[in-house]
């Protein structure tokens, strides 16, 4: 059955264009504020974008990112009241393991393969739970 690219995948409510990343259409979805991606039917077969990016051997983190980082950790400190983070697409895992050097329990999801299992070393540590989801994003039908 093919996905409708007008609706939303979580709670099937009408979406609206919202922007474009990638050469793929963004929809947002008003009532859960869900946001979906729409991937041209012609792009389907290339596979993830970001695959050759976590492929790299140069995801150490630059003092200046780590610098960056820290500076975001410490503006969440005012909103830690369950002590949870989670990272959606968290890509190589450097937010999750600030945090979790921090004392967060972290909490993440990634669509890619290859970040996931390049970043798993780096969040792999005991508080942190990292997902795959099973969603794929909606094709387009025109």
Not at 12 to 34: F, N
Request: charged share 25%; proline share 6%.
């Amino acid at each position: 059955m093919a996905s409708n690219p007008l609706e939303c995948p979580a709670c099937h409510g009408a979406t609206s264009r919202w922007t474009t990343k990638a050469a793929s259409e963004l929809r947002a979805c008003p009532a859960c504020r869900t946001v979906s991606a729409v991937i041209p039917e012609e792009r389907e077969s290339e596979g993830d974008p970001y695959d050759g990016i976590y492929s790299r051997n140069d995801l150490d983190i630059p003092d200046v990112v780590r610098a960056s980082l820290d500076a975001l950790m410490a503006s969440l400190e005012a909103y830690r009241h369950t002590n949870n983070l989670c990272d959606i697409g968290f890509g190589a895992g450097l937010l999750l393991t600030t945090a979790e050097e921090r004392g967060w329990r972290c909490h993440g999801t990634e669509t890619s393969t290859v970040a996931i299992e390049r970043a798993h070393p780096r969040v792999g540590g005991s508080s942190m739970r990292v997902k795959q989801p099973r969603w794929r994003p909606v094709r387009s039908t025109s």
